[in-house]
């Protein structure tokens, strides 16, 4: 098994900034990325960004160039720095992470989110 703890959500007024982070424990072997994602009230989960454990990084259109995903291997654990926040930003932001077995079958494992509001 694998344990997600993600930290570092709260309310932050619109243009303000939020660092995110994500803490991976467990049965963790064979990362094939690390990512997070994003569920507003009344919406689908989307994705926001993720991160190769070779520092391959990805992002969605809507927060390019307003997040920065990193990572520290060592440690098994992702950062998001959100800057230059907007309202529809606010929403429970989660931790993945995805990993492969030796039999190439992949392993995803979700933390439980972290709430995030932008809000004057």
């Known amino acids: 098994q694998v344990q997600l703890v993600e930290s570092g959500g709260g309310l932050v007024l619109p243009g303000g900034s939020l660092r995110l982070s994500c803490a991976a424990s467990g049965s963790i072997f064979n990362i094939d990325h690390m990512a997070w994602y994003r569920q507003a009230p009344g919406k689908q989960r989307e994705y926001v960004a993720a991160?190769?454990?070779?520092?391959?990084?990805n992002y969605a259109d809507s927060v390019k160039g307003r997040f920065a995903i990193s990572t520290d291997n060592a440690k098994n654990t992702v950062w998001l720095q959100m800057n230059s926040l907007k309202p529809e930003d606010t929403a429970v932001y989660y931790c993945k992470i995805l990993m492969y077995d030796p039999k190439n079958i992949p392993y995803d494992y979700w933390g439980q989110g972290t709430q995030v509001t932008v809000s004057s």
């Open positions: 991160i190769s454990p070779a520092g391959t990084t």
